[in-house]
Nanobody, 119 residues
Framework: QVQLVESGGGLVQAGVSLRLSCAASGDTFGNYGVGWFRQAPGKEREFVAFRRWSGGTTSYADSVKGRFTMSRDNAKNTVYLQMNSLKPEDTAVYYC????????????WGQGTQVTVSS
């Protein structure tokens, strides 16, 4: 059973950085894609970033491009979301998700981690 566990959220002031982690277990992830999503209060969940676990180009939402960087550590089976120059509008619950390459549906989700950015 695939499990994803996020960590690293918190309450920070605008302009600082946070790094979120997503620890994956339950399968070998070479044939998976992994994404970060977020949901702000009263809003729909939105895409933040995506990459194939095996490598290649990372895609980012326009709202975070240039500020957020997604990476992975194979040895730790963990993906990261480095968030720099945080803004109050980045406040949301952040989720990581995984799906097998070629599938359209995000089948596996973590429980989410809260990021709150104060002005």
């Amino acid at each position: 059973q695939v499990q994803l566990v996020e960590s690293g959220g918190g309450l920070v002031q605008a302009g600082v950085s946070l790094r979120l982690s997503c620890a994956a277990s339950g399968d070998t992830f070479g044939n998976y894609g992994v994404g970060w999503f977020r949901q702000a209060p009263g809003k729909e969940r939105e895409f933040v970033a995506f990459r194939r676990w095996s490598g290649g180009t990372t895609s980012y939402a326009d709202s975070v491009k240039g500020r957020f960087t997604m990476s992975r550590d194979n040895a730790k089976n963990t993906v990261y979301l480095q968030m720099n120059s945080l803004k109050p509008e980045d406040t949301a619950v952040y989720y990581c998700a995984a799906k097998r390459n070629g599938n359209s549906d995000w089948r596996y989700w973590g429980q989410g981690t809260q990021v709150t950015v104060s002005s």
